[in-house]
């Protein structure tokens, strides 16, 4: 322990091994190196914890400091000490006094200073980062003789002593006294450093890079200017025009502060900025947008019944459901706000009649389908800060339309996807559709004006919260003559007048062939597009000159339409057991369905194919059961259901089908199967069963019965509550086929033939 002149510094740390200059101004500090020097030359210097004490005490000085040697000292003009020193070892220091000068006690540290194998290893470590952190900041002095150094005291203490960190970290490398741990925190503080200025680094690139494009654009947007003045042009202003358009286009308050506002950007932008292309075309939308243009708004329901009756055939009730509609309006003063919903299968005229609507109210029309719609974005567009960015579909055709009242029919409904749901209540709802927000535009657009016509297939789909905000006009199927007659007076004239033939026959047995062999539908579009290949096989014809008038008949159909795809009469005379007719109904109408029975010998499985869903296995399971109850009374073996198994197969097997009637087809076909009697000739069914066999009633009789006689039934069996159902269906269908009306499965199977009547 040896007394010592002490020099407290300021923010720095002396490491051993250091050179440093310093330059001293305290007068108690002067007085402390000069003593030093008088001395031998030693000093220790210390840092002050501290900064602004003037005159430290003991506890404002880290107890620890560095044992230095003065090499220099010299005296400035301004009575400051300008010293170099050159640090030797760590010392411990207490006793601090301040009187007359910085004086203490201080006591070398020793440690343990052996080259371990761990030591060379951190040096190793050390070495790599403290290399890399030299390259990154590019100026720090004697870094390849500092690597050369293997004394791991000398070596940390060095590397230490170059690092530009804060003081903290400084602080905590003067401290840690023993080499290897030194060694340690060093590995920690290098890692952390590279890391910020490897960050610090990608910045200033970036920031370099911007300043480089930004600075590019301005030289390229000035020589463009120099160009145009070289070439004596005039300073063409772009904004100028846009300006003039927006004045011209009449924009409600809302869009003209928007438009004006984005070309306030636009003309803040450098001519060569790609953005500048984005603000123009969201610019161009807003002014093309047809904010207050509408077409007239007559109501003349006179010349609505007369377009209705020119275009469309037959079609009474939908005619006056919608005449009634415009009488409504036209005394409203304005069109209700309930949406019209047209259901039916396909081809059956409801896209047509809506566009008839259209014209009898002298607005435009516009079709937007539905179908596979997936996205919000396709109904409602996508901010403009996306990349393409437009608005959605129903700005999109209001903007082709130039009319912000035409009729909108949006197409099946009845497909659109439950996540849409409430874009649609939106968009359909009248309090909320006068605002409505388009994500592109960002300004509410009235679309109250708008007639909105909806079309479905099926109403099951459609959520009640929808339904409720449409009024249902339903669209039945065609008969076979309704078909004829359209085709005759529309579609003939349409497809031939279209195809360049307006001469070209086709005869009614023809017609009649096209509609029952070609196509099988409850509309008549299939019919159509027949009739329209047709037109275009004759018209290749006649331009290859092998003809120039046709007639089209029964004979020469095969020849343009090749071989039918459906027999005339698709239901069979096969009198088997085990089969029967079942009526079912779908989207696209009503059908005619086979339903099979095996019997096999087994221990009383029921099998069920064909694709069938849970509520048809339910039935058969409930049929079942019947049949056992009734065993007796149909003559069957009393343990049948444990010796045999039932096979129940309903083609065609890829189509899946559900719902509850077919019940009473699947217990006849069963009781005709293991009685081995068959069903009579030409008889359908349709109705659910139950437990005790009373047959409850089922939806879509019209149109079932409809198809049975397309399908050449005679006779069809539908349940007792339906009976009402029978007045809908036209009378002329109901003089061809019988239908009969039976609330008991014991009546339709003694009806069917396979027990005898008054038997037991
Ligand atoms: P949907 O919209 O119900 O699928 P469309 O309205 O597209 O059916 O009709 C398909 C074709 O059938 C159209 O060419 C249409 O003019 C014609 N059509 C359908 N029903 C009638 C009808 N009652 N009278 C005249 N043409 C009809």
Redesign the pocket.
């Known amino acids: 322990m040896k007394n010592i002149p002490l020099l407290p510094l300021r923010k720095t740390f002396l490491f051993p091994y250091m050179v440093v200059p310093l330059f001293v101004g305290r007068k108690k500090s002067i007085s402390s190196l000069e003593k030093a020097v008088a001395k031998d030359k030693l000093i220790v210097a210390t840092c002050q914890k501290n900064q602004d004490a003037e005159e430290p005490e003991e506890e404002d000085l880290y107890p620890l400091g560095t044992v230095a040697e003065i090499l220099q000292v010299l005296k400035l003009p301004d009575g400051k000490v300008k010293v170099l020193l050159e640090g030797l070892y760590r010392a411990k220091l207490s006793n601090i006094k301040k009187d007359p000068f910085f004086s203490c006690s201080s006591k070398r540290l020793k440690f343990h200073s052996k080259k371990t194998k761990k030591a060379e290893a951190l040096i190793r470590y050390v070495s790599k980062d403290f290399a890399e952190y030299a390259k990154l900041k590019g100026d720090v002095l004697n870094v390849n003789d500092i690597l050369e150094i293997q004394e791991p005291d000398q070596f940390s203490d060095q590397v230490a002593s170059c690092l530009q960190i804060s003081l903290e970290k400084k602080e905590k490398l003067f401290t840690e006294a023993e080499p290897e741990k030194r060694l340690t925190a060093l590995s920690f503080i290098l890692s952390s450093e590279i890391e910020m200025l490897k960050l610090e680094k990608e910045i200033q690139q970036k920031v370099a890079k911007q300043m480089e494009k930004t600075k590019k654009e301005y030289l390229l947007s000035e020589k463009i200017k120099a160009i145009q003045d070289e070439l004596g042009k005039e300073d063409y202003d772009e904004t100028e025009e846009i300006l003039a358009e927006i004045e011209r286009a009449e924009l409600p308050k809302e869009a003209k502060e928007k438009a004006e506002r984005e070309l306030c950007r636009l003309r803040k932008m450098p001519e060569t900025m790609a953005e500048r292309a984005i603000i123009r075309n969201y610019i161009d939308w807003l002014i093309s947008l047809p904010w207050n243009k509408k077409n007239s708004e007559k109501i003349d329901i006179a010349e609505a019944k007369r377009i209705l009756e020119e275009?469309?055939?037959?079609?009474f009730k939908v005619k006056e459901r919608v005449l009634e509609f415009l009488a409504v309006s036209k005394l409203a003063g304005r069109l209700p706000g309930s949406i019209l919903c047209f259901v039916?299968p396909?081809?059956?005229?409801?896209?047509?009649v809506a566009q008839s609507i259209a014209k009898a109210l002298g607005r435009e029309f516009t079709r937007f389908s539905l179908g596979g719609l997936k996205d919000e974005s396709e109904i409602k567009g996508h901010r403009m800060t996306y990349v393409a960015a437009m608005p959605g579909k129903i700005l999109q055709m209001i903007r082709r339309m130039q009319s912000k009242n035409p009729v909108f029919l949006l197409d099946e409904i009845d497909k659109v996807s439950p996540y849409l749901l409430s874009s649609f209540l939106e968009l359909l709802d009248p309090e909320h559709n006068s605002r409505f927000l388009d994500h592109y535009i960002d300004i509410p657009f009235d679309l109250s004006d708008l007639l909105f016509i909806t079309?479905a297939n099926t109403l099951h789909s459609i959520p009640s919260s929808l339904l409720d905000r449409m009024e249902i006009i339903e669209?039945p199927s065609y008969t076979e003559e309704e078909k004829l007659r359209?085709a005759k007076k529309?579609l003939i004239p349409?497809t031939t007048i279209g195809s360049g033939l307006p001469h070209l026959k086709v005869s009614d047995r023809a017609i009649k062939r096209v509609i029952s062999c070609y196509t099988k539908e409850a509309?008549?579009?299939g019919a159509?597009k027949e009739l329209t290949k047709i037109c275009q096989k004759v018209a290749k014809e006649v331009v290859e000159g092998n003809k120039d008038k046709s007639q089209i008949t029964v004979k020469n159909l095969t020849k343009y339409l090749g071989c039918p795809s459906y027999k005339e009469k698709s239901i069979g005379s096969a009198n088997l057991p085990g089969v029967s007719y079942l009526l079912a109904y779908t989207e696209m109408g009503g059908e005619v369905l086979v339903c099979e029975v095996v019997t096999l010998p087994g221990s009383g499985k029921l099998y069920l194919t064909g694709k069938l869903g849970d509520i048809i296995k339910e039935q058969a399971e409930t049929g079942l059961s019947y049949i056992r109850s009734k065993a007796e009374r149909l003559s069957l073996q009393s343990d049948f259901d444990k010796r045999y198994d039932l096979h129940i197969h309903i083609p065609e097997g890829a189509i899946p089908k559900d719902g509850p009637s077919a019940g009473v087809a699947m217990v006849a076909t069963m009781v005709s199967s293991l009685t081995n009697i068959p069903i009579k000739n030409g008889v359908a069914m349709t109705g659910e069963i139950t437990l005790t066999g009373q047959i409850l009633p089922v939806s879509g009789i019209k149109e079932k019965v409809l198809a049975a006689h397309r399908a050449g039934v005679s006779k069809v069996i539908i349940p007792k509550e339906n009976e009402r159902d029978i007045l809908d269906i036209p009378k002329n269908v109901r003089k061809r086929l019988s239908i009969l009306a039976l609330s008991d499965m014991d009546e339709v199977i003694k009806e069917i033939g396979l027990i005898k009547v008054g038997s037991q």
């Open positions: 275009n469309h055939l037959g079609l039916g396909p081809g059956v005229g409801k896209s047509s079309t669209f359209i529309f349409k509309g008549v579009r159509e």
